[in-house]
């Protein structure tokens, strides 16, 4: 009787401890969500994108980079559970409006195609928190991508822009902002109401760029990366700012 006490108990501890697991392992579940589903098709010299990706609808992360692709199809829009999407490195001149039915997106990365526009559907991604579009041939940016309420990355440099939206400054939550290597005369006045700018190159933005004063009161900058001849027309806070702490001025 003595041993099937014991053996009664341990029985109890274990299924104890067995359930206690199970439910610290449907608590982790719970906490992470669903899986990530990755598809890396990057360099495998593709023209167009394989019909049958777009039936994979619980893809998370979609890796195309360095391809020989044209064009992006409407079916992307299949693709609602994107959080990622890499098109980098292809031969892309335009994208469609459907680009802006991926709801769950936070990263784009379009760098070195040939886009020349881009899309007022672009405005609608609402969760996009990084979008790459440097090395393109964009001449001027749609107003409806200052839309992007969760846009903390934007590196538009080595492209054609003459200037940027009216509407800029609506991209609060702007962390890191690169718009080097451009063709852009003068900044909206909406640009120096970023308040939470950290990182701003601005190196050869153009050659004739205009910064205004108010540049002086954007105090959350601690980065600016900028050619000498932009700072010699700048005003002069910029070289006093970078003999203090918590700002680094680097000249390129």
Same mark, same amino acid.
């Given at each position: 009787m003595h041993n099937f006490r014991c053996m009664f108990r341990v029985f109890q501890k274990t299924l104890l401890f067995t359930s206690l697991l199970l439910i610290l392992g449907a608590c982790q579940l719970f906490r992470s969500g669903p899986p990530e589903v990755k598809l890396n098709l990057s360099r495998k010299y593709l /023209?167009?994108? @394989?019909?049958y990706v777009f039936n994979m609808t619980e893809l998370t992360e979609l890796n195309l980079h360095n391809n020989k692709l044209t064009s992006i199809p409407p079916e992307i829009k299949n693709l609602k559970n994107l959080k990622k999407l890499i098109l980098s490195r292809n031969e892309i001149d335009s994208l469609p409006d459907e680009i802006g039915l991926l709801p769950n997106l936070e990263v784009l990365s379009l760098k070195a195609?040939?886009?020349k526009s881009l899309p007022p559907s672009i405005g609608l991604l609402k969760n996009?928190?990084?979008?790459?579009?440097?090395?393109?041939?964009?001449?001027?940016i749609p107003p409806e991508l200052c839309e992007l309420d969760s846009l903390s990355h934007l590196y538009l440099?080595?492209?054609?822009? /003459?200037?940027? @939206?009216?509407?800029?400054g609506q991209l609060e939550g702007l962390i890191e902002l690169f718009i080097g290597w451009n063709d852009i005369r003068e900044l909206p006045k909406s640009f120096y109401q970023l308040p939470h700018l950290n990182t701003l190159d601005m190196a050869y933005a153009g050659a004739n760029i205009k910064i205004e004063y108010p540049i002086c009161?954007?105090?959350?900058?601690?980065?600016?990366?900028?050619d000498r001849n932009t700072?010699?027309?700048?005003?002069?806070c910029l070289e006093v700012r970078a003999n203090g702490v918590r700002f680094n001025l680097i000249l390129r």
């Open positions: /023209t167009e994108i @394989p019909d195609n040939k886009i996009l928190e990084l979008l790459r579009l440097n090395f393109n041939l964009l001449t001027t440099q080595y492209n054609d822009i /003459t200037h940027l @939206p009216e509407e800029f009161l954007m105090q959350s900058i601690e980065t600016l990366y900028i700072l010699n027309f700048a005003p002069r």
